[in-house]
């Protein structure tokens, strides 16, 4: 049982490119995160999803997007990396509503660093 | 908006000296929750409470919500070097996120 799993662990990108952060969970949880953590900053959720084909907008969305065509995975994709967005990306995952004391699983994290 | 407040952001202890943060909320919780973060790891859940004034203990770590459901602390008796690590609070409304405190880094000196 993987949990939460995030691909790439590391990049490096120049401004301007793309790419793409692929987040999958095996334990067939329906709300599904992307956060961003820098240093200071604590934890900022980018959007997240309640269930498949659903996303939405958390505290700091611009500049990202996001998909979730199948339960399993969601996707995050920066279509022109700027600097700002250097920084530590966590995937996590819920079973339903963690507002209601759910708990939100954490994938082990990607480090993007854009030059 | 929702806000939630963490204090101290940083805390350097002796080994076997207390350890205390506090998480403050601008609205009332329906539950709050506790995660740990390992140096170079990812958060991990240690605990939720739910109910006014309600107090947990896991081991040496003890995790209070206030009695206005709005504020809560998590205290670590003799710190041990296996503490170290950034712990947040979370707070939930009844959303479909919860909103994170900043964290305390926890660094203790052997």
């Known amino acids: 049982n993987a949990g939460v799993t995030q691909t790439p662990k590391f990049r490096v990108l120049k401004t301007g490119q793309s790419m793409t952060l692929l987040c999958a969970q095996d334990m067939n949880h329906e709300y599904m995160y992307w956060y961003r953590q820098d240093p200071g900053m604590g934890l900022r959720l980018i959007h997240y999803s309640v269930g498949e084909g659903t996303t939405a907008k958390g505290e700091v969305p611009d500049g990202y997007n996001v998909s979730r065509l199948k339960k399993q995975n969601f996707l995050l994709g920066l279509e022109s990396a700027a600097p700002s967005q250097t920084s530590v990306y966590f995937c996590a995952s819920s079973i339903d509503r963690p507002g209601s004391g759910n708990t939100i699983y954490f994938g082990e994290g990607s480090w993007l660093t854009v030059v | 908006g929702q806000q939630v407040m963490q204090i101290p952001q940083y805390q350097h202890v002796q080994e076997g000296e207390d350890f205390t943060t506090y998480c403050n909320s601008s609205?009332?919780?329906?539950?709050i929750q506790w995660y740990k973060q390992r140096p170079g790891g990812h958060p991990v859940f240690l605990i939720q409470?739910?109910?006014?004034?309600e107090v947990k203990k896991q081991k040496r770590l003890t995790f209070q919500f206030g009695e206005a459901k709005k504020n809560s602390s998590l205290h670590i008796t003799a710190t041990q070097t296996t503490d170290v690590g950034t712990y947040f609070c979370a707070g939930g409304t009844g959303a479909n996120n919860l909103f994170f405190g900043t964290g305390t880094r926890l660094t203790v000196i052997p």
């Open positions: 409470l739910v109910k006014s004034g």
């Open positions: 609205t009332t919780l329906s539950n």
